[in-house]
């Protein structure tokens, strides 16, 4: 079965504005994970977030998870140019030790 | 802060050759993975790798691709004989522990077969 489909496929804003990207499931999970990956380029773990915690911070990334809704958000505050990037989102099913990526979100922050 | 290192960053080869993708893992870690990206698509799963054995395996990860930890710091992948369909971007990672939860990956392989 599919995880982690991100939307929106793609999200162009100014910079300085926020950024919200989203992430459904249809398995449980033990934990979350939001990646970045500069063109052409290899995977950044930005965050993992818990199947028991329903908020994270770091830095300027906020991660949200509903379990019940088996969907997860990540929120860019305050974007740079240098925040332009695909945005993942990984699952790791429960009882699974590998982690199942979504398509992504390609994000452009325009200057 | 430690990383996942990948060796060769781009190879060509003719299709039919054999090719070997070579990964330093983070030292302390347990678990190991191989994943692709073909160019524009989603990061597909082929293979864990867990106390010196395939722990599993996608539908991808055929009789073709092999892996093999052949010390204690290296972890290959080896594709037999090279489809032009393999093209891609292949990514090394590694998990510390179940625990952790966090894998990371190193910079990735690119591969071109033609």
């Known amino acids: 079965s599919q995880q982690g489909e991100e939307d929106p496929q793609a999200l162009s804003i100014q910079e300085g504005e926020n950024a919200t990207m989203n992430c459904s499931y249809k398995?449980?999970?033990?934990?979350l994970q939001w990646y970045r990956q500069n063109s052409g380029r290899g995977l950044v773990h930005l965050i993992l977030?818990?199947?028991?915690?329903r908020e994270k911070h770091s830095g300027r990334l906020r991660v949200t998870l509903d379990t019940s809704k088996k969907s997860s958000s990540l929120l860019i505050t305050a974007s740079r140019a240098a925040d332009t990037a695909s945005y993942f989102c990984?699952?790791?099913?429960?009882?699974?030790?590998?982690?199942?990526f979504g398509k992504g979100t390609r994000l452009h922050i325009l200057p | 802060e430690p990383e996942v290192t990948q060796t060769p960053s781009h190879q060509v080869t003719q299709m039919g050759q054999e090719v070997i993708l070579r990964c330093v893992p983070i030292?302390?870690?347990?678990?190991f993975y191989w994943y692709r990206q073909i160019l524009g698509q989603k990061v597909e799963f082929l293979v864990s790798?867990?106390?010196?054995?395939?722990?599993?395996k996608s539908e991808i990860f055929d009789d073709q691709f092999s892996v093999e930890r052949p010390d204690g710091s290296n972890f290959t992948l080896k594709i037999r004989s090279t489809k032009l369909e393999d093209s891609a971007m292949y990514f090394c990672a590694s998990l510390k522990d179940e625990w952790t939860g966090t894998i990371y990956f190193g910079e990735g392989s690119w591969l071109t077969v033609v």
């Open positions: 990984a699952t790791d099913p429960y009882r699974d030790d590998k982690i199942i």
């Open positions: 398995t449980s999970i033990n934990n």
């Open positions: 790798f867990y106390n010196n054995e395939i722990s599993e």
């Open positions: 030292s302390n870690h347990l678990y």
């Open positions: 977030i818990r199947s028991n915690e």
